[in-house]
Nanobody
Framework: QVQIVDSGGGLVQSGGSLRLSCTAS????????IDWYRQAPGKQREWVAEITSGGLKTYLPSVRDRFTISRDITKNTLYLQMISLKPEDTATYYC?????????WGQGTQVTVSS
């Protein structure tokens, strides 16, 4: 059974930093394309960043210079390091493991950035 667990969210002031984690069981994350998405209240879910099995990373332009996606293969964990956070980054952040036509979602972790 595959389980994806998102963690690391919290309340931070504008300009602050957080590191989100995406941990999996029943699946090896480094074998798949992994995406981070976010959803703010009243808005559609938005793609944020991606890392491929080969390690290629892409980012939403508005976060490219502030967010870094990485992984620790030994821990089967993916990270999203976020710096210089802005109030508009406030959202629930989700990890998504693409395993084919579909995939597996984490439960989400809330990030709130106060101004």
């Amino acid at each position: 059974q595959v389980q994806i667990v998102d963690s690391g969210g919290g309340l931070v002031q504008s300009g602050g930093s957080l590191r989100l984690s995406c941990t999996a069981s029943g699946i090896i994350l480094s074998n798949h394309i992994i995406d981070w998405y976010r959803q703010a209240p009243g808005k559609q879910r938005e793609w944020v960043a991606e890392i491929t099995s080969g390690g290629l990373k892409t980012y939403l332009p508005s976060v490219r210079d502030r967010f870094t996606i990485s992984r620790d293969i030994t821990k089967n964990t993916l990270y999203l390091q976020m710096i210089s956070l802005k109030p508009e980054d406030t959202a629930t952040y989700y990890c998504y493991a693409r395993t084919g036509p579909g995939g597996y979602w984490g439960q989400g972790t809330q990030v709130t950035v106060s101004s």
